[in-house]
C-alpha cells in the first residue's frame, strides 16, 4: 500500500521539478505571473511561507481554478485570510488524475504537517487477532504492527483491551492454544491451561491435528460472524460423540455450546450481522474537534476511538470529516462500508480510491436507517463524551490559562475566571449569569444566576451593574472567592459598566476584559476590551486563548439564557393564577402539578378542577370564569 503511494507520489514529482526551480529563480513571488502560467489540470498545491515552510497542502480538480480563488480580493474565511497573510511562494505539482492528487495530497500532508491543515494526529496502529497457517497447531494471538506473516488478520480492534477479551473467549469456546511456539515445542506434560480447560494440550499429542483443525476452523468462523454456522457444527459433533458413547466429549460440545449463545446474547447482532463497517461521529465546540469512529465487526459493536483532528482556525464540520476521512482510511486497511454523519465533498472519489486499493467495492455513506442510524446515534454521542472530556482536561486547560497569561501581559497565570452574560426577552424575565473556571475547567458549583428587574426594560448596562454589584459585594465580604479575570459579554458599554461597579466596591485593581462578538458576530473574529487600551485586542483563530475565552463566554450565555427561560415559563404558568383570589400558593402548587401547567389548567373544566384536593366547587368555577369567561382565554 504505500509503495503504492509512494510509486504515486513520484510520478507526480517528475511532473513537478521544473516548475519548482522556476519559482524559486524569482526574486519575489509574483502571483499575477504564476496564476498566468497555471494548467487547468488536477494536481497538488503547496502554500510556503517566508521561512520555506510548507504552511498548507490542497488538491484540486482544476490547479488554475482552484488556487486562482485564493488571490481573490475579498476572503470570507477568516482562516484563509490569515494564512494568505503568511504566503510567500506556491509550488504546485501536477498529476494524471484527481486520483493520484488524492494520494499525493494524503502523503504531503503525513509529511510536512502543514499548519493550516486538518491534522489527524492520532496515527497509532490498531490491534488485530492473527492466525498464523504455517504451523500444523495454530494459535491466535495479538498482533499489532504491520501484516507481513502468512495467515488471516483479524479487525482492526479499537483497543487492546477488547482484542483480549475476543481472545479470552475464544480460548474458553474453542480451546485453542496461546503459548508461543518455543515453549509449545518443549512440553512433555500437560500445562496449567489443560487443567483448567482451556486448551486441548496439542503440545503432548492429545488431541490430532484434524480435531485441532476443526476447532480452528470454528474459531475462525466465529471471528467471521458466522455463530448460528458454529453452533450447528458443535451441535453435529456432540450428537456424533453421544452416538459414539464418547460422553465426556459430548459434554464438552455441550458446554462450549452454551458459552457461545451466552456470548451470542451479550453482543450487539443485528441485521448486518457477518459485516464489518466503521461509523463515524462528529462534535464540536470551541474550537476543539472530536471524531469518534465506532467500530462493528461482525454485525457487532467491538469498541470505539476517539480523535481529535487539529484544526488551524475556522473550519466547518464537512471539512474536517472530509480530512479525516482521507488522512484516516488511505493508510490502513477499510472495512467494507463506512457510514459517516454528513456527506463529504470527495465521497465518490475515495470510494473508488479505496475500492480500488483494497480490491473490492468501499461505500461511503451518510443517508442510513435502522441499526446503522442507531449507531450513528451512538458514534455522536461518543463523540460528545470524548469532546467533553477533552474540553476538561486539565492539560489543555493549563496550556489555555497560560496561553491567556500571555496574551493579556499578566504577571502570573490566572487560577480562577469569571464570566457574566444577560438574558432577557425585551425586558422581560431579565436574568444574569455568573459562571467560574479554574485550571481543572468549569467550576459548577460556583455558578450563580441573578434575577435581575433593571430601571428600565431592556437595559442591559444596569442589569450587569446590578448582578456585579450583588456579586462583587459578597467578595468584598470575603463570602465568595476573588477571581484572577472577570470578563463580561459586550463592548465598550459593558466594559465601563464593570469597571465603575469594580471601582465603586475598591475592587479596580481587578483585570476586566469585554468580550465583543466582531461585526460577522462569526467564532475567531472576536474582540476584546481592555482598560487602557485604546485599540480592541483580537487573537488569533487558532489561540489557545482565545479558544479558553470563546468556551466561557458560551458557557456564561447559556446559563443566562436557560435561566432567562426557566424564569419566563414560570412567570407565564402562575402569574395568572396569582390573580384569582382564594387561590394561595399551596392550592396553585397542587393545580399546576396535578395538570402539568397552566395550559392544562386552562384546558380543565369546572368539574375537572374541583376534583383536585383542596379546590371546592365555589373555587373551581372562580378559576375557571377568570380564566375563560373574563376575556383572558
Keep these: 500500500m504505500n509503495r503504492d503511494l509512494s510509486r504515486a507520489s513520484a510520478r507526480s514529482y517528475r511532473i513537478s521539478w521544473h516548475i519548482y526551480f522556476a519559482m524559486d529563480d524569482q526574486p519575489a513571488f509574483d502571483a499575477k505571473t504564476f496564476l498566468r502560467t497555471l494548467t487547468h489540470r488536477p494536481g497538488v498545491y503547496r502554500m510556503l511561507d517566508a521561512k520555506h515552510k510548507v504552511i498548507y497542502v490542497g488538491k484540486a480538480r482544476d490547479l488554475k481554478k482552484r488556487v486562482s480563488s485564493y488571490f481573490q480580493r475579498t476572503q470570507t474565511s477568516p482562516k484563509t485570510a490569515a494564512m494568505m497573510q503568511l504566503v510567500a511562494r506556491v509550488e504546485v505539482t501536477v498529476t494524471n488524475t484527481e486520483a493520484e492528487a488524492l494520494l499525493l495530497e494524503y502523503n504531503l500532508i503525513k509529511q510536512h504537517k502543514p499548519r493550516f491543515n486538518v491534522l489527524l494526529r492520532d496515527d497509532k496502529s490498531y490491534p488485530y487477532i492473527y492466525v498464523s497457517t504455517d504451523h500444523a497447531f495454530p494459535r491466535l494471538r495479538f498482533h499489532r504492527g504491520p501484516r507481513t506473516g502468512k495467515g488471516r488478520y483479524f479487525g482492526p480492534y479499537p483497543s487492546t483491551s477488547a482484542v483480549r477479551q475476543t481472545l479470552n473467549d475464544l480460548q474458553k469456546l474453542f480451546l485453542i492454544r496461546n503459548c508461543r511456539d518455543t515453549f509449545f515445542r518443549n512440553r512433555t506434560r500437560p ?175 451518510s443517508n442510513v436507517r435502522g441499526d446503522r442510524k442507531r449507531w450513528l446515534a451512538m458514534a455522536c454521542t461518543n463523540a460528545e463524551q470524548g469532546l467533553n472530556l477533552r474540553l476538561a482536561s486539565n492539560a489543555t486547560i493549563r496550556r489555555q490559562f497560560a496561553a ?164 419566563r415559563a414560570k412567570a407565564r404558568n402562575t402569574s395568572r393564577l396569582e390573580q384569582i383570589p382564594g387561590l394561595g400558593p399551596k392550592k396553585r402548587r397542587e393545580l399546576l402539578r396535578q395538570f402539568g401547567g397552566l395550559q392544562g389548567v386552562m384546558g380543565a373544566g369546572v368539574d375537572d378542577l374541583a376534583k383536585v384536593r383542596g379546590i371546592s366547587r365555589t373555587l373551581a368555577e372562580t378559576i375557571y370564569n377568570d380564566l375563560h369567561i373574563d376575556g383572558q382565554h
Excluded at 424 to 430: D, K, M, V
Excluded at 517 to 541: D, H, N, V, Y
Design 191 to 365: 500445562c496449567l491451561q489443560h487443567q483448567i480447560r482451556r486448551c486441548t494440550a496439542p503440545c503432548v499429542g492429545l488431541i490430532s491435528e484434524e480435531d485441532y483443525g476443526r476447532d480452528i476452523g470454528a474459531a475462525i468462523q466465529f471471528l467471521e460472524g458466522r455463530n448460528r454456522s458454529v453452533i450447528n457444527t458443535f451441535v453435529e459433533r456432540m450428537e456424533a460423540a453421544s452416538e459414539a458413547q464418547e460422553y465426556e466429549l459430548a459434554a464438552r460440545f455441550r458446554d462450549q455450546i452454551a458459552k457461545l449463545k451466552e456470548i451470542e446474547a451479550r453482543q450487539l447482532v443485528s441485521r448486518s450481522a457477518g459485516k464489518d463497517l466503521d461509523v463515524i461521529g462528529f462534535a464540536s465546540n470551541g474550537g476543539v474537534h472530536c471524531v469518534t469512529v465506532l467500530f462493528i465487526r461482525n454485525g457487532a459493536v467491538v469498541g470505539s476511538r476517539d480523535h481529535f483532528p487539529r484544526a488551524q482556525g475556522e473550519a466547518d464540520k464537512q471539512r474536517i470529516l472530509n480530512s479525516f476521512v482521507a488522512q484516516y482510511y488511505l493508510g490502513r486497511d477499510v472495512p467494507g462500508e463506512i457510514v459517516i454523519d454528513d456527506p463529504i465533498e470527495d465521497h465518490e472519489l475515495l470510494e473508488a480510491e479505496l475500492g480500488a486499493r483494497m480490491g473490492r467495492k468501499v461505500a461511503i455513506k
Design 404 to 567: 491567556l497569561a500571555e496574551a493579556l501581559d499578566l504577571e502570573e497565570v490566572p487560577e480562577r475566571l469569571e464570566c457574566f452574560d444577560v438574558s432577557h426577552t425585551a425586558g422581560e424575565a431579565t436574568v444574569a449569569s455568573c459562571v467560574v473556571f479554574n485550571t481543572a475547567g468549569p467550576l459548577k458549583s460556583d455558578y450563580r444566576r441573578f434575577n435581575l428587574n433593571p430601571t428600565s426594560a431592556g437595559d442591559d448596562y444596569s442589569a450587569l451593574a446590578e448582578a456585579l454589584r450583588r456579586r462583587y459585594a459578597r467578595v468584598k465580604k470575603g463570602e465568595v472567592p476573588m477571581p484572577d479575570v472577570l470578563f463580561v459579554d459586550g463592548g465598550k458599554g459593558q466594559l465601563s459598566e464593570a469597571t465603575s461597579v469594580l471601582r465603586e466596591l475598591e475592587h479596580d485593581w481587578l483585570q476586566v476584559v469585554a468580550v465583543a462578538k466582531g461585526r460577522a458576530r462569526k467564532p475567531g473574529a472576536e474582540r476584546l476590551f481592555i482598560p487602557g487600551r485604546k485599540t480592541s485586542l483580537q487573537l488569533p483563530p487558532d489561540s489557545p486563548a482565545l479558544l479558553l475565552v470563546q468556551q466561557i463566554r458560551d458557557e456564561a450565555h447559556r446559563f443566562a439564557i436557560t435561566g432567562h427561560r426557566q424564569r
